[in-house]
């Protein structure tokens, strides 16, 4: 069979793995980078020569002037952050960029945004704790069939109709809530303004991705959001309304399955969440505070403090089985150096019995309590000496070689730093 030169480039754990990093990263030796679901929830970080730059919709290979940068279909554009996203990073220095925006991705709009908040306020504690970017009601609307969509832009009356549509629903239902609904006319025009500068970037990227994949270029699929916050297969309710898992990349992008080669799981050296919902391995505690601080571990987006935990493997273990992962990029693995009291989660104990996999129902896997491995301290070593595996400390490849062997695919890729030089690359992934 065909061999194809693509990478899903997938987080593993709750987000925040460091995707953006490492697709930037491999970004300099492909030709397409393709974000396939989300929206601006996502904040993918991106250093380059120490400048840090903070990424909302805009695919990670945006600084790589030769890689086309891809928003595909399963992705949720607001259309007037992309264009400050946009701004931003021209008035930062970004010169030659190409992007494309598929025609059959949706809008947020901004009643999105108000019905993103009402459904938070209305849930009072049981909310999700959202990014309030108005993600689930677009995605909402899409299943609803209501959705505004990007090829919608290019025809003004089809335009139009689209939005009447939309604002005969959506309007009733922020008024149910309490919110001021919206008038048609300076919504319409406010899109046919962002239209103007939106529209040279629209086309159907299937075509162009399949294209691209067929002629053997280089393409990587960049994942937002992580498997555990996968709406099918994540620790549903406090879950996002899309699938980051690069499962869903051949419904999100429009090709057949067996053009993506290999699934790059991003994974964290430890855990981290943001938002409610269950997380066995959580340190509300100095071990986790440290590790906050340490590791910087505060969004991008909200700039909320993520709760912080032990690396768990049984969650990782579910990651692996959904999504036939076939290589690990483990990051931020500088942030354990000196750490005490190391450990991984390999199993938890429910109701007395012991089990190896994330329990479908909620309250059942906030029940969990880990079962750990411990491991020794990780001494501090010089991050530029290490070239290969073997230059680690001993304390460091027992930790890393467990993990290996545990979740059964290797670690590919090793992150020491969070600019695009302290990455170490143990095995080929192009
Ligand atoms: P990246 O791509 C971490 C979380 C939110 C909330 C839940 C639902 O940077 O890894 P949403 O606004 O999507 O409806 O919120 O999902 N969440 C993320 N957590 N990283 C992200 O993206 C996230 N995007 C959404 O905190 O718990
Ligand atoms: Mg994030």
């Not at 990093?21 to 030709?31: F, G, P, R, V």
């Not at 904040?43 to 805009?58: D, Q």
């Not at 549903?236 to 899309?242: A, D, E, I, L, R």
């Amino acid at each position: 069979m065909k061999q194809f030169n693509t990478v899903a480039v997938e987080g593993s754990q709750f987000g925040d793995e460091g995707k953006g990093k490492i697709t930037d990263y491999l970004a300099s030796h492909a030709d397409v980078v393709c974000r396939y679901q989300g929206g601006n929830n996502a904040g993918h970080s991106v250093e380059i020569n120490g400048v840090k730059h903070a990424l909302r919709s805009l695919p990670s290979g945006i600084y790589n002037s030769n890689v086309t940068n891809v928003i595909a279909n399963g992705v949720v554009v607001n259309p007037f952050a992309l264009l400050d996203e946009l701004d931003e990073n021209i008035n930062s220095g970004l010169k030659t960029y190409h992007l494309l925006i598929s025609n059959r991705a949706h809008l947020i709009m901004p009643y999105h945004i108000d019905l993103d908040g009402a459904y938070e306020e209305a849930l009072g504690s049981n909310k999700i704790g959202t990014t309030k970017r108005g993600i689930g009601p677009c995605y909402a609307d899409k299943a609803k069939r209501i959705g505004i969509r990007a090829g919608d832009l290019l025809d003004k009356d089809y335009l139009y109709k689209r939005l009447e549509g939309a604002l005969a629903v959506d309007n009733k239902e922020l008024v149910a809530f309490g919110k001021k609904p919206y008038e048609i006319q300076p919504l319409y025009e406010k899109l046919l303004k962002a239209s103007e500068r939106l529209i040279p970037f629209i086309t159907d990227t299937s075509v162009y991705l399949n294209d691209m994949i067929d002629a053997g270029k280089k393409v990587v699929f960049e994942g937002a959001q992580g498997s555990l916050l996968d709406l099918d297969h994540g620790t549903y309710p406090f879950v996002t309304s899309s699938s980051p898992t690069s499962i869903s990349i051949p419904l999100n992008a429009g090709i057949a399955p067996m053009k993506i080669h290999k699934v790059l799981a991003i994974m964290k050296a430890y855990m981290t969440r943001v938002g409610s919902g269950p997380m066995p391995t959580e340190q509300v505690n100095d071990w986790g505070n440290a590790i906050r601080e340490k590791g910087h571990e505060y969004g991008v987006v909200t700039h909320r403090p993520r709760r912080v935990g032990y690396l768990d493997l049984v969650l990782l273990g579910y990651t692996m089985r959904i999504t036939g992962v076939t290589d690990i990029a483990c990051m931020l693995f500088d942030v354990l150096m000196d750490v005490k009291d190391l450990k991984v989660c390999v199993a938890y104990n429910l109701d007395g019995k012991e089990i190896h996999y994330v329990p479908s129902s909620e309250p059942e896997y906030a029940r969990c309590t880990p079962v750990y491995k411990d491991f020794k301290t990780i001494p501090h070593f010089d991050t530029k000496k290490i070239h290969c595996f073997e230059d680690l400390p001993k304390e460091a490849k027992d930790y890393l070689g467990f993990v290996s062997t545990y979740l059964n695919a290797p670690i590919s890729i090793l992150s020491l730093g969070p600019d695009r030089s302290e990455t170490v690359n143990f095995k080929e992934i192009f």
